[in-house]
């Protein structure tokens, strides 16, 4: 399968790398130019879960990309996902597949706008990865082989079939990947996940197992998740909350090869002082709470929270 990676940052070159690692024809597409320049130049060096690797994989600016591929997959930020699908609509073709894997609510409405819904999959995945250093190009590091859920949007036999044959690609790849009957479903979780997690670690300055220690913390995160369900339960999704709960906690056990993981948003504000993906978890049922009349006051004060550090930070 040829595939294009529209986003390589941690997330899109630990892909990358191991369906490239896999055999597949797979090339990155990045703004960054250094990060661009640097993987053509000595390859992308890659810690896969402990150990040293480089992958020797093309990369491209988007503009400067024009070959048919099979399937996008995109792995931007929230923010710059509707800028990034613009700067690549060259490529969505009648018959390209894109396949979503940002965390976050909200992206189909988004995708829609550059391709059919019968093109577009949908996942979530738990993979843990960064860039191993700040501001060092070509050099990122992933400490699980979490697993990744996908689904087509528009159900019909042959969106199923090509869904299959991406679960499979990205299994044989040596991620867990799994074909899903309800990615709304799944959506939904990992953004509730993502709610307790990424925010409460940005606002605390902690990773996933320190978090886990805090006294109290579970009421809290059980507070956030039951607005999340509230929210959840108007679009037709159903979060059972303790089962919520134990799977947001076992995020911060010992046990888990990735609780030392600094979540994506701690990443972005705390570690590069970037904007955060917070209006598209907590700010989302923030703001859907205030338009259905349901009070969300965890989210409201995460919500703040968040968008004040980054004030704080000048974060950009
Ligand atoms: N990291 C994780 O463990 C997980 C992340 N996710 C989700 O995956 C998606 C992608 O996240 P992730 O890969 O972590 O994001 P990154 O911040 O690692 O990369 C996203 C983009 O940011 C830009 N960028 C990053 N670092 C620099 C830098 N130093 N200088 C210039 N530009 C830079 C690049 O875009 P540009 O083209 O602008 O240069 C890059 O494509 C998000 O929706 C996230 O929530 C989901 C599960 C786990
Ligand atoms: C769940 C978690 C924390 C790791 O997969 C994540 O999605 C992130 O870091 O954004």
């Given at each position: 399968m040829k595939i294009a990676i529209a986003g390589a940052g941690a997330m899109g070159c630990s892909y990358g790398h191991m369906l490239k690692q896999a055999g597949n024809d797979?090339?990155?597409?990045?703004?960054?130019?250094?990060?661009?320049?640097?993987?053509?130049?000595?390859?992308?060096?890659?810690?896969?879960?402990?150990?040293?690797?480089?992958?020797y994989i093309?990369?491209?600016?988007?503009?400067?990309?024009?070959?048919?591929?099979?399937?996008?997959?995109?792995?931007?930020?929230?923010?710059?996902l509707n800028s990034f699908l613009q700067q690549i609509k060259h490529l969505l073709t009648e018959d390209t597949k894109v396949l979503c894997l940002l965390n976050g609510l909200g992206h189909i409405e988004t995708l829609s706008q550059y391709t059919h819904k019968e093109n577009i999959?949908?996942?979530?995945?738990?993979?843990?990865?960064?860039?191993?250093?700040?501001?060092?190009?070509?050099?990122?590091?992933?400490?699980?082989y979490g697993k990744t859920e996908i689904e087509n949007v528009v159900s019909s036999k042959e969106a199923e079939?090509?869904?299959?044959?991406?679960?499979?690609?990205?299994?044989?790849s040596g991620l867990?990947?799994?074909?899903?009957?309800?990615?709304?479903?799944s959506i939904w979780r990992k953004a509730c996940l993502n709610g307790c997690m990424n925010s409460l670690c940005t606002i605390l300055d902690s990773n996933m197992l320190d978090l886990g220690k805090i006294n109290n913390i579970e009421y809290i995160i059980n507070s956030v998740i039951k607005e999340f369900a509230a929210i959840a339960s108007t679009?037709?999704?159903?979060?059972?909350?303790d089962e919520m709960t134990k799977?947001?906690?076992?995020?911060?056990?010992?046990?888990?090869?990735?609780?030392?993981?600094?979540?994506s948003m701690h990443q972005d504000l705390i570690r590069n002082h970037r904007l955060t993906e917070v209006d598209y978890l907590n700010g989302y049922v923030?703001?859907?709470g205030k338009e259905l009349n349901i009070p969300t006051p965890f989210n409201d004060l995460i919500t703040v929270l968040v968008h004040g550090k980054e004030y704080l930070l000048q974060a950009k």
């Amino acid at each position: 399968m040829k595939i294009a990676i529209a986003g390589a940052g941690a997330m899109g070159c630990s892909y990358g790398h191991m369906l490239k690692q896999a055999g597949n024809d797979v090339v990155l597409l990045d703004n960054w130019e250094d990060h661009v320049n640097k993987i053509n130049e000595s390859g992308l060096k890659v810690n896969e879960v402990g150990q040293e690797k480089v992958t020797y994989i093309k990369a491209y600016k988007p503009s400067d990309y024009h070959e048919k591929v099979d399937l996008v997959i995109v792995f931007t930020k929230s923010l710059q996902l509707n800028s990034f699908l613009q700067q690549i609509k060259h490529l969505l073709t009648e018959d390209t597949k894109v396949l979503c894997l940002l965390n976050g609510l909200g992206h189909i409405e988004t995708l829609s706008q550059y391709t059919h819904k019968e093109n577009i999959y949908m996942g979530v995945t738990v993979v843990t990865a960064r860039f191993t250093n700040v501001n060092e190009p070509a050099n990122v590091s992933f400490s699980s082989y979490g697993k990744t859920e996908i689904e087509n949007v528009v159900s019909s036999k042959e969106a199923e079939r090509f869904g299959k044959l991406i679960a499979q690609t990205i299994n044989d790849s040596g991620l867990p990947c799994e074909f899903v009957d309800n990615i709304y479903w799944s959506i939904w979780r990992k953004a509730c996940l993502n709610g307790c997690m990424n925010s409460l670690c940005t606002i605390l300055d902690s990773n996933m197992l320190d978090l886990g220690k805090i006294n109290n913390i579970e009421y809290i995160i059980n507070s956030v998740i039951k607005e999340f369900a509230a929210i959840a339960s108007t679009e037709g999704i159903s979060l059972d909350i303790d089962e919520m709960t134990k799977f947001v906690m076992s995020f911060t056990a010992e046990t888990f090869s990735g609780a030392k993981h600094f979540p994506s948003m701690h990443q972005d504000l705390i570690r590069n002082h970037r904007l955060t993906e917070v209006d598209y978890l907590n700010g989302y049922v923030s703001r859907r709470g205030k338009e259905l009349n349901i009070p969300t006051p965890f989210n409201d004060l995460i919500t703040v929270l968040v968008h004040g550090k980054e004030y704080l930070l000048q974060a950009k």
